[in-house]
């Protein structure tokens, strides 16, 4: 009887809520049929592939660990993970300070701050296939290249840029920097309006000169944003592929051969689907390390999210 009972009430309880929300519930269908198609079903797939041979024409066929073996001897995939790596490393510290900088900048109160401010973001609402345009003639490796041009000026040869194994991976990340830094501006300038005044007050009747008001309050608050902008620059520095694309092709040497533009070599090139599968689930496994990481020594505190 009084489980009868407990069985109703909790019947009872779901259909109240039920009919409270069903709004809700509706509109989050579209939603999730979307995020089961689009990501749940992909990602799915990508794995089943990783096991067989599909070349798009006929069944796939099983072969076990065959391309997952076959990336331990693939020196171009271990040079294009590297690469990626380094291209991180050139990449998400610069972007996080300067996104810092200038949205320090902005928050000063500095005159014309609403125009520096669209100045800043411009880059950001700009084509990317215009930016990498402009960014390949600014960084052409002759002599009439203009930045080769300006560093005449001070008796610097004429340097290869996007011609240069050394050099080409430098300039990619530059040009992602000069991209993505207003992105960071705008989220580090959110976090900076949201910091009580009061604790700035509080720091200059104690004598704190304004670079450790910055280090010492400032840059502690904008804990929760360092995080985030860790986060999605780090994501985005492994997702590299479209300046690659449209710079260098991967090259010279493969220096610029990113994780992301292999995967695409692979899997729309070579029509390897099974092997791009592989790689993406390197790619998927290597972030996730690195967020936790940084979920770990960034995000620890619990009071910020």
Known sequence: MTSTTSKQSLSARIKRELNKNLLVYVVLIPVIIHFIIFQVYPFVLS????????????????????????????????????NTVKFSIYYIVPTMALGLILAVIINSGVKFSGFFKGLFFLPVVTSFVIIAGIWGWLFRGTEDGFINYLIGFVGINPQLF??????????LAGLSIFKVAGTT??????????IDRQLYEAARIDGASPWKIFWKVTFPMLKPIHFYVAITTTIGSFQIFDSAFLLTNGGPNYSTTTIVYYLYHQGFTSLNLSYAAVLSYVLFFIILIISLIQRKYIGKDPNYY
């Open 47 to 82: 794995f089943y592939l990783t096991f067989h041979d599909w070349k798009i024409i006929g069944d796939p066929e099983f072969v076990g660990l065959k391309h997952w073996k076959s990336l331990l001897d693939d020196e171009i995939a271990w040079k294009a993970i590297w």
């Open 185 to 194: 501006m705008i989220y580090y300038y959110a976090g900076l309006q949201s």
């Open 162 to 171: 996007l011609s240069s194994s050394s050099q080409a991976l430098l300039v």
